[in-house]
T-cell receptor, first 115, second 119 residues
Framework: GENVEQHPSTLSVQEGDSAVIKCTYSDSASNYFPWYKQELGKGPQLIIDIRSNVGEKKDQRIAVTLNKTAKHFSLHITETQPEDSAVYFCAATPDRGSTLGRLYFGRGTQLTVWP | NAGVMQNPRHLVRRRGQEARLRCSPMKGHSHVYWYRQLPEEGLKFMVYLQKENIIDESGMPKERFSAEFPKEGPSILRIQQVVRGDSAAYFC?????????????????FGAGSRLTVL
């Protein structure tokens, strides 16, 4: 099955700085890559996703890049704010009927933004 | 839209007891997925269900765990004879009734989770 590695496991930044979280995957058939934000005591919330037919996607302060050749994708958060503090998970899945919904998650990155 | 509803939010059981976790998907979603999150780890897929059908249970432990999604009512994840290693957060997610490529496919919305503690 798919194996997703995520780094770093913890990340501390000053408010206003940028944060970058990187993930690699092993299954070349994976073509859907979502990112989830999980706040303490809550469920994961989808913040951005990307499919393999694009290399980059942006949504305000959040961007995701994908390099299919190297099998890695990254989350970029600019102008970080204290409310960005949370655990961030990357995930990957082949987008085919037999594995629909079977997301393979990284182990998470605890992001702390200091005011 | 109330989102994905899970209950109970917290459940404490003694070893050997049964745990039942319930999940109501988002309105209009007929695909339900259960994931387990151990402390300081990512989520691990357990099972994927549609109404009255188990589509993929390859992530479920072979014994003591079962899941259902009846025609009426919520999806249930049942753990019999719980052991301390079952202590975890169990998340349910749902997706639109869409298969394969296209808008909405594989976009999972998660519930807030049920946190099981086995004493």
């Amino acid at each position: 099955g798919e194996n997703v590695e995520q780094h770093p496991s913890t990340l501390s930044v000053q408010e206003g700085d940028s944060a970058v979280i990187k993930c690699t995957y092993s299954d070349s058939a994976s073509n859907y890559f979502p990112w989830y934000k999980q706040e303490l005591g809550k469920g994961p919330q989808l913040i951005i996703d990307i499919r393999s037919n694009v290399g980059e996607k942006k949504d305000q302060r959040i961007a995701v890049t994908l390099n299919k050749t190297a099998k890695h994708f990254s989350l970029h958060i600019t102008e970080t704010q204290p409310e960005d503090s949370a655990v961030y998970f990357c995930a990957a899945t082949p987008d085919r009927g037999s594995t629909l919904g079977r997301l393979y998650f990284g182990r998470g990155t605890q992001l702390t933004v200091w005011p | 839209n109330a989102g994905v509803m899970q209950n109970p939010r917290h459940l404490v059981r003694r070893r050997g007891q049964e745990a039942r976790l319930r999940c109501s998907p988002m309105k209009g979603h007929s695909h339900v997925y259960w994931y387990r999150q151990l402390p300081e780890e990512g989520l691990k897929f357990m099972v994927y269900l549609q109404k009255e059908n188990i589509i993929d249970e390859s992530g479920m432990p072979k014994e003591r765990f079962s899941a259902e999604f009846p025609k009426e009512g919520p999806s249930i994840l049942r753990i019999q004879q719980v052991v301390r290693g079952d202590s975890a957060a169990y998340f349910c997610a749902s997706s639109p009734n869409v298969l394969g490529q296209g808008a909405g496919a594989n976009v999972l919305t998660f519930g807030a989770g049920s946190r099981l503690t086995v004493l």
